[in-house]
Each structure stands twice: as C-alpha cells, then as structure tokens.
C-alpha cells in the first residue's frame, strides 16, 4: 500500500479505533459507569455532527444543538406509549399522538428531520458570511428552544419528557457514533467537501475558481443536521428523558469546546476531543456528587464543574491554538502528510498560526485575505 | 398616545440595545474580534451595583464604570492578548468559554434566583399614566443614549484617538506603518467598550432590577444577532442594528396577544433570520456589497 493510502486507511480506523475502545471498556464497567460510557459516546457523536459543518466549512454554528434538540423531542416522543402521550403532553397535536415507533425508526425519523430543519435554516443563513453566520444561528438556538420550552402542541414544554424507552445501551451507542464517523469520513472524501474546504482557506480564490460556498455549505450544513438530529434520539433513549434546558446553551458551549479542543479540522481531532473531553466532564460533574481518585475520596462544589471545564478549555486554546491534534487527521504526520505550510486545509484557526507579519509569518496556509491577514498580523504585535 | 406610548418604549430599548452593540463593535472594530463575554461584564457590572447598594447611588454608579471598565481591561490582558494572533473563530469560542465559566461563577456567589438592585427607583414611575405607561427610565435611556453615541461620533470623527481608531479598523497595517500605536488603540477600544457596558448595566439593572446569573448574557446574545442584521463591518451600521433589534422586540412585546408573549423572543429572531434571508450582508449595508469579507 502506498503512503497516501496508509493515510487514507488511518483517516477512517482511527477515530474508529478510539470509539471502540471505548465500547471495549464501556463492556466491562459496572452499570452506572456504563450509563457515563454511552454518555460519552453520545456526546462524540454530536461533536462529530458539529465538525461535519464546523471543521469542513471553517463557520461556526451555534445552532446545531438546536437539531440535537429536535431529533431528541421527536425521538423520544414517537416511543412514548400512546397513553402516556395522552396523560403528560394532553395539548399534542393529533399527528403527534398516535403511531409507536420503534428505536430504530424513531432514530432514522430524528436524522430525517434534523436534515430537514437544518435545510430550512440553511436557505435561510448560509449565504451569509462566515462570521455573520456563525452569530446568526445563535437566532436558531433561541427559537428553538424558545418554540420548545413554551408550545404544548409539540411537546412536553417546560416540563420534562419522562418514561422514553430506554434503548440505547453500549452496543447502540457505540454503532451510532461509529455510523457518524463513517458518515463524516466519506463525506470528506467526496469531491463537494474538497470544494467546500477549498472556500474554507481562502473564500475568494474559491468563488474565483467557480466554487458556489453556498451550496456546498448547504450540503454540509443539511448533513451535519442529519448526524445531529440522529445523536439526538440517541440521547434520549440513552437517558429515558429529556428537558429542554439539556439541550441549550450548556450543551452549546461543552460541544463546540470538545471539538476545538481536539482540534476542529479533522475528523480524528473531533472523536479524540468529543471522547476525552466527554470523559473529563463526565468525570467532574460526577465530582460534584462525591467521587474518589486513587482512593482519595473528594466531593466538589456544586457548578465548580462547570468553572473547571471552561477554565481547561480556555487555558487548552492558548496553549493548542489549533488543537490537541493540530488539526491532522490519526497519525497524518507519521505517514509522511507534508506540512501545514504546502496544504491547503486551514481555516478555523488558519490567521492562528501566523506569527508576525512579513515573509518569515511560519505557516502561510492560502488564506491571504487581506483584512484578516492584516488583523492578525497586527494583534501580534506586542500591546504596549 | 397609545402608539406613542409604543413607539416611545421601543425606541428606549432600541437604545439600550444600540449600547450593548457599540461596545461590542468598538472591539470588533479594531481586532476584528468578537467580545461574547461582554454580556458578562455587564453582569459583572449589574452584580457590582448590588454589593454597593449601602453606598451613596452616585458613588455606586462611579464604582460600577471603573468595575466595567477593570473587567473589559482584564478581559483584554487575559484573554485576547495570549490569544492574538488566533483566528475570528478561535476567540469567539474562547470568549464564549469564558461567559460560560463566569455564568457559572454567578451561580455559585450569587445563587440562581437573583438579586434585586433597588437604585434610582424613582425612575421607575410613570411620567404619563394611561393605557401605556411611559417611565422615566425610559426617556432617561433614549438620553443617555443620544448623549453617549452622539459623544462617540465626537470622539471618532473630531479627535485625534478617534482618528488613529478609524484608521487602525480600515487597515490595521497601514495605520501602525504611519505611526499609529496599535496597542494602545486597542486599550482604549477595551476602556471605551468597558465604559458602554457600565451604562447598560446601570439602565438595564433599573428597567429590570433582578439580576440573575443570565443576565448580560440575554442581552448579549441579542445585541450581537442585532448586530449581524446591520451589518457587522461597520460600526454606525451595527448600532444601528442593535437599535432595530430592540425597537422590533418591544414593539411585538406590544401588540402580540397575552397568551402569545412568550414567543417575543422567537419572533424578534424569526424577524432577523428572515431579513438575512434576502439582505445577507446585513440590512443596512449597501447593495452589492461583498459578503464573504469577514
């Protein structure tokens, strides 16, 4: 095999390889370290979903849990048996109150509509540019949870949506997110996310060559919708319930931190964020409730959790600009990827990498858009 | 009257918001960087006035500016400088990491279910009774808004830190090539940034004096999407988009029915997302103007 295919091999089995051994450690926990475990796998899929989007196009959303959030309501109350619908949720409307689905079609209905939202609000905001995007799904966010919080005729409300069947165990957590990888790995073989990576480095040699971004954000855009959707229904049949307080802000920011920490621009640096950074909050807020490390037992305030998580993310950032994996796909380096310098996939954090201005910047990566390069060039500069 | 009444309240929240916008574009302006965490400051703010509220309130609002302005400052040393350099993105998300840990931070000092700022409650009563009532609060925010972006324009365009700002946000090289120090530009961009979040703290804490962890964080997030709306590129066009986010909010909060009111939110939203649809490069911008600039 050739050095690029090893590449392309290790692309795809090391972000799978992560997952499994997860699911192989997950196998041997007690039961409520396994409930932690699928956790864990759940939320890696949903940073998986964010990176489809995020790290192909260089945009951020702020509105993909949004889909998580739909996919998790339609799931979860497509499963709850008709009576119990009846009872908690009396002001459904009628489409809403009859057929029981089964997992596995509740879970193929929340990635249908995940797409189908996200298609709906992609029209509408992908043809703005990358920073104005970014803020503008914050309005996504916002309606959504405001629609769900507060409408009875689609769901619980306010309140909690309880007695979901609880179906998802080790094993379907682990296919699911494994699923996601495969999903997000040919999408970034295919020639309409090469083109959506080209508008990534430099957005107006892209246009230049005839590359339509809008379009091709779209396509990712609808397909990270899909993925979200999808890590939604396995959300709630992983816990049984769901509020929409879940799957709002918190969610938000803990998502878009794993994937920059890992490193947004490939697929290994989303699984190893999504995974590591799951872990570590799974084990703070467990902390909250009074855990023990090497025998050293310890309870921590409660909502410190929170503070040490975004302290980490913060300090990780400075220190990883462009993530633990510096954006290269599993071991992209040792197979003897060329360096940043002579590639062209830079974007979320491509302006990081540059030093000081002038021809010795270290890494010029094909995004000269002036203004930016100028910007960042300058806030190099020492401050005083 | 009622629709005066209406437009009058509309227009004072369009203000406020038009105050979290400039201090949010004076940033952007010259770093191109967005400031989430600015919503925090203003908590920060907000919180501030509460610890004080034995003092005299002229010395409470004194305190709270130079509180403002120390976290602006703080903001800038800890986390925009280590992090210059690093993309749009990169800080947007760091900065939305430290409004998360902060928010945090409130919850656990001040507790979830907010404290109340009671100051200058005299400006809570109504200047004309009636089916709408207008407060004094009200006109005092479409004061101090005029009189602080009009001292704003002042400062931009007939001073000689104004000037080295303006030229530092058309081309950051350019200015610091003629001579330009961009570090401290940038200081006073935080100073000034940190002085408009004092403001908002102190109106925003008397037209809803509980103040809860979420706080700045609700208006942030309304004042950045209005920001978008006018067009994120400029500064007079991102105030501009401020003020129409807030003027649409209250005038819904106006006419929708009582069972209806919670969706104000949703239905400010829906307003902008559907404005973006057919003006992608912001409302105000001028046609033809090129959207992939940022």
Redesign the interface.
């Known amino acids: 095999m050739t050095r690029s295919r090893l590449r392309l091999a290790a692309e795809l089995v090391g972000p799978l390889a992560l997952v499994g051994v997860v699911a192989l450690v997950a196998a041997h926990l007690s039961t409520s370290d396994q409930t932690d475990a699928i956790n864990v796998l759940v939320t890696a899929t949903i940073v998986v979903g964010l990176y489809v989007f995020i790290g192909n196009s260089g945009v951020i959303s702020f509105g993909q849990i949004s889909f998580v959030a739909v996919g998790a309501f339609v799931a979860g109350i497509y499963t709850t048996p008709v009576s119990t619908r009846h009872t908690t949720m009396p002001d459904l409307f009628g489409f809403l109150g009859r057929p029981v689905l089964t997992n596995m079609e509740s879970i193929l209905l929340a990635a249908g509509i995940g797409a189908v939202f996200a298609l709906i609000v992609g029209l509408a905001l992908m043809r703005l540019s990358g920073l104005s995007a970014g803020i503008a799904t914050f309005a996504v966010l916002e309606i959504t949870y405001d629609i769900l919080a507060n409408w009875g005729k689609i769901g619980p409300g306010p309140t909690t949506l309880a007695s979901v069947p609880v179906t998802t165990g080790v094993g379907q957590a682990t296919i699911g997110c494994a699923v996601a990888v495969v999903l997000a790995f040919t999408y970034q073989r295919s020639r309409s996310c090469r083109m959506l990576r080209a508008s990534r480095a430099d957005p107006l040699a892209a246009r230049g060559i005839g590359v339509s971004i809008f379009r091709h954000r779209l396509g990712a855009f609808v397909l990270s919708g899909a993925i979200c959707g999808f890590a939604g229904a396995l959300y709630v049949h992983a816990l049984g319930s769901i509020n929409v307080t879940e799957v709002y802000l918190a969610l938000t920011f803990s998502t878009l931190a794993m994937l920059v920490v890992g490193g947004s621009q490939s697929l290994w640096g989303a699984t190893l964020g999504g995974i590591l950074l799951g872990i570590l909050s799974s084990f703070l807020s467990n902390a909250e409730n009074g855990t023990s490390v090497f025998g050293l037992s310890f309870t921590l305030p409660n909502g410190l959790s929170s503070i040490i998580f975004a302290i980490l993310f913060v300090g990780a950032l400075m220190l990883f600009p462009r993530g633990l994996t510096r954006n290269r796909e599993f071991l992209a380096k040792a197979l003897g990827e060329r360096s940043d310098k002579h590639r062209l996939g830079v974007g979320l954090s491509s302006t990081a990498a540059r030093g000081g201005d002038g021809p010795e910047a270290g890494d010029t990566d094909g995004a000269p858009a002036a203004a930016t390069t100028a910007h960042a060039a300058a806030s190099a500069e020492p401050e005083k | 009257m009622t629709v005066v009444g209406y437009l009058v309240n509309a227009i004072s929240l369009g203000a406020l918001y038009a105050l979290i916008a400039v201090s949010v574009g004076l940033v952007f302006g010259v ?4 400031n989430l965490a600015q919503g925090e400051v203003i908590t920060f703010g907000a919180y501030s006035l509460w610890l004080m509220r034995t003092l005299p309130t002229w010395l409470a609002i004194v305190l709270c500016f130079g509180v403002c302005i120390a976290a602006s400052l703080l903001l800038q040393v800890a ?12 800080t ?3 900065t ?3 409004s ?6 409130w ?2 000092v001040f507790g979830p279910s907010g404290n109340t700022v009671s100051m200058l409650t005299n400006l809570n009563l109504t200047v004309v009774g009636g089916t709408v009532a207008l407060r004094w609060i009200t006109l005092v925010e479409i004061g101090a808004a005029a009189v602080l972006l009009s001292g704003l324009l002042y400062l931009l365009f007939r001073s000689s830190l104004g000037m080295r700002m303006r030229a ?1 946000a058309e ?4 200015a ?1 090539l003629v001579g330009v120090r ?2 401290r530009v ?2 006073w961009a935080f100073v000034l940034s940190g002085a408009s979040a004092a403001v908002v703290a102190v109106l925003a804490t008397v037209q809803t004096p509980l103040v809860t962890p979420t706080f700045g ?1 609700n208006l942030i ?1 309304f004042a ?2 209005g ?2 709306l006018g067009g ?1 590129d400029h500064l007079g066009r991102a105030t501009a988009g401020g003020f129409i986010v807030g003027f649409v909010n209250s005038l819904l909060g106006s006419v929708l029915p009582e069972q209806q009111l ?2 104000v ?2 239905l400010t ?2 307003f ?3 404005v ?2 057919v003006r ?3 409302l105000l911008a001028p046609r033809g103007a090129n ?4």
């Not at chain 2, 770093?31 to 967005?34: C, E, P, S, V």
């Not at chain 2, 081309?171 to 350019?174: I, K, S, T």
């Open positions: 770093l191109r960087q967005i986390v925009f400088r280590p992090l210059r350099g690093a993309s749009p993105l990169t947007l998300i760091a939305f990491g430290v998360y840990g902060l928010e945090a931070l919850l656990i530092t081309d950051l090289r350019a610091r961009i570090g940038v200081t964080l997030i950045l999407v920001v978008v994120l919670v969706y939110t949703s939203f829906l902008v997302v559907i973006l649809m992608p490069a912001g959207v992939e600039r940022v």
